[in-house]
């Protein structure tokens, strides 16, 4: 079957500094793939460069059995993945919550109308109906965090990226944002440093370290208390 993302021996560099070294990934339908490793390791640019949001150095990235050479490969390919940034205020545009749910469908070639059904109707499949008419730069930042979760789903996307999706959100909107997940019937590749929610999320793992991408696996270890995380593959054979 083919891969949705594969990307082959990835290098960047910037600034004379390389930030990724032959870096390889791939991801199946109905995959969820997470991502972690230290601050500064390169977790996001590697994400922005399997959407063609980062020069590379070397390698080659194939979108939905595509290669991806030119801005015009990748940018057809978007119409298909949904990328959450890190910082919510960097996607929220619009005035409304619902004039941003909005947003995508009508790129999309869906009418006012029709874009604005689809809002709702995504809108209320996450429990945020409420939030329709809200003021965007008003709402909390888990409120936030949701509401562009909403936008990307309303472009029903094959593929999400994620980039801390649990950043700035609270419990009660860390529960509702992880329910819309694990619902989600595409594939996605998460980066997070919440090592509890990965391990409730994600089906595979890997570790961004020294530019390169290695296998990893999410387990428990037994303390005090319990609380999942993952290392290398190889760190955890050595240590069975």
């Known amino acids: ?21 032959g870096t390889s990934l791939s991801l ?12 500064g390791a390169g977790k996001t640019t590697c994400l922005r460069a399997l959407v063609g949001l980062e020069p ?24 298909r993945i949904g990328f959450l940034f890190q910082d919510s205020d960097d996607q929220l545009f619009c005035p409304t919550v619902l004039e941003d749910v909005s947003f995508g469908p009508l790129n999309l070639g ?56 649990t950043n700035g959100v609270d419990m009660e909107n860390g ?3 992880e329910q819309v997940l694990l619902a989600f019937d595409g594939a996605m590749i998460l980066v997070s440093h919440d090592d509890a929610f990965v391990s409730r999320i994600a089906t595979r793992g890997m570790l961004l370290s020294e530019g390169t991408l290695l ?11 319990v609380h999942p995380h993952m ?3 190889d760190e955890v054979g050595a240590a069975s």
């Open 175 to 177: 529960a509702r944002l």
């Open 215 to 225: 296998p990893a696996r999410i387990h428990t270890h037994s303390h005090a208390h």
């Open 110 to 165: 869906q009418s006012d109308s029709a874009a604005a059904r689809t809002a709702h109707a995504t809108l209320d499949r996450l429990g945020l109906s409420h939030l329709a008419d809200r003021l965007t730069h008003k709402l909390s930042g888990g409120e936030k965090r949701l509401v562009c979760m909403a936008g990307l789903l309303a472009m029903e996307p094959d593929v999400l990226l994620l980039d801390e999706p």
């Open 231 to 233: 290392h290398s593959a």
């Open 28 to 39: 199946a339908a109905g995959e969820r793939l997470a991502i972690v490793g230290p601050n």
């Open 1 to 21: 079957m083919m891969n949705l993302i594969e990307a082959g021996a990835v290098e960047i560099r910037r600034e004379g500094r390389t930030v990724l070294a």
């Open 56 to 79: 590379l150095s070397g390698g080659r990235i194939s979108l939905f059995g595509q290669v991806c050479q030119r801005e015009s490969d990748f940018r057809l390919a978007r119409r």
